[in-house]
């Protein structure tokens, strides 16, 4: 079966954003370079070790292999994002060096197709034995999301070929055939990267083996639980060990799953792998899991910045409703992962509502990730933080009080720029007779569907006034499905001057169109409001957070003084935009008035009488996303509320 909605090559896309556009560039000017030097142990911080174990296995130079057992994946992630960049006309510097490093990984490569420098190096008769923690599957699925992205930037197939023949010594180790591992990685990944390697070279096999993998998970006996009893089973995260196969989704296979449990990451890589090969498979009972944890997940499990992952301790998913504010975990590939799974869950349910989603996280917790100049990373993201209670070696030790250069697990930042680097295909996607638009970011776009030529260039003011300008020219007949989000109440659509009647079908208006050029000009409502969580949620009760379109908004200490906990403010008062803007994308911050309610109690004393000072204060709103990006302190996002 074919899919609903195809992406668009990203060479056929140009973003122009004022938000988004600033951290392309970045990206092509300085991030790619500045990651590249961390690779490379080049940038005066700690050693990352990661091209270094590639040149080991690769016989130039000789050593012993450092770093995490993913470590490869950061070079993968980065080639990811160079593919992207160059495709995007903004990386044309770096293909020579990639193509370099491709050559290295050719080399690296072993002749049945092996490619892993821990394993390679380190412990080659431990290979594909410890499944559960080893991240040997894991690393693949990297390796072939960037080889497939690479070969779709430059058209260049070295990088595909040796994804591809690692590919295919996977499929000959793991399936149900005698002699084959009966197993599936604790990491799941590499049903991500199969399912994409198939699209791109049409080879069932890797549908196959991704489809293999998804169904064996937590069957009887259970794999995981047989390979930790075994006594030769090396521990490579002693803190992670001994944990419920929950925390994997291993405990049962993920068609019998009904809730987002455990890893957070791993949680959303597997949904992602499931939507597409329900899609794929027409497979209703698989696409009804995804339904089903998504349900849970987005009801109940995430908070209202995209963020997930409500656990401090093993950046894992807890209990629902269990949204703590301060201790939480909400790791920015947690919500990559969100908006992989949201996206292709758009595309298996042909619903527009799950961009809402993908959307809430994109421009909250997933930019909240990196700072405006692009060269520090949070990899969690707390909406509420005092700094100094982040204490080592406490139960807020996960928490960063300011954005970090690099991670000595450092999954996030390069995921951050794959993510940033590919977000046309966020933007736009067709089916075989329409140009899908989901997000509402200044871009312009050409690509045939069904024969028509489409030309499209987006004005967007979406995120100040709400207005939205489209120019388009066609070769011939075709359609345009616009998403609607859901927090604009009012929305306006002129077609060429003439105002559209609106109808709204699973979340999209559709809009016809003729030969030629046309002009759609659209409005949604998006002025700021005040939201409230669930009463379930007990860490905001009684409390509101600001929004305005898909933006969560918070107070920062440098705007409205310490001790931000003593604010209260009235839902009901009034939120001026101000004329005074966020450092990038020409935000409007908000003001409007609260109170702050300060204890007498002697400032020697810890306890005492109820006396409290009441004062009237001017507050000031930035957006979630760019916080700490001037100087370290207080932030929070819930406010208490007087009635
Ligand atoms: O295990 C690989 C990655 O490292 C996970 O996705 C992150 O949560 C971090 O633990
Ligand atoms: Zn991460």
Redesign the pocket.
Known sequence: MSRNLSYINLRNISITDKLFGHYIKKIGEKILEHQWDILNDTDGADATYCIRNFRIAAGDIRGKREGVV?QDTDLYKWLESVAYSIAGGQAGAFEERAEEVIDLLERAQEEDGYLNTYFQINAPERKWKNLVEG?EL?TSGHMMEAAVAYYEATGKTKFLEVAKKNADLICRIFGREEGQIRGYGG?QEVEIGLIKLYRVTGERKYLEQAKYFIDERGQKPNYFAEEMRRNDFPEFFPEFMKYDLEYSQADKPPVEQSEAVG?A??EMYMCSAMADLAEEYDDKPLRDACLRIWNNMVKRRMYITGGIGSSGFR?RFTADYDLPNNTNYC?T?ASIGLMMFGQRMASVMGDAGYYDVVERALYNTVLAGINIEGDRYFYVNPLELVPEFCTEHTYMMHVKAERQKWFS?A?CPPNVIRTLSSLGQYIYAKDDESLYIHEYISSSVKEDIGGVSYRVRMESDYLRKGDVSIELDLSGEGKVKLRIPYFSKKTFIKLDGKELDGDVKSGYALIALSSGKHKLDISFENSPRWIAANNNVRADSGRVALVKGPLVYCLEEVDNGDHLSEIYVKADEEIVETDDLSPVGEIPLLSYDGLRLKSKVDKDELYGEVHFDKEKVKLKAVPYSQWNNRGNGEMSVWQKIII
Do not use: I, P
């Open positions: 993913f991240h894991y990491h890893h990451v791993r950046e790791e590939c697990v999954c």
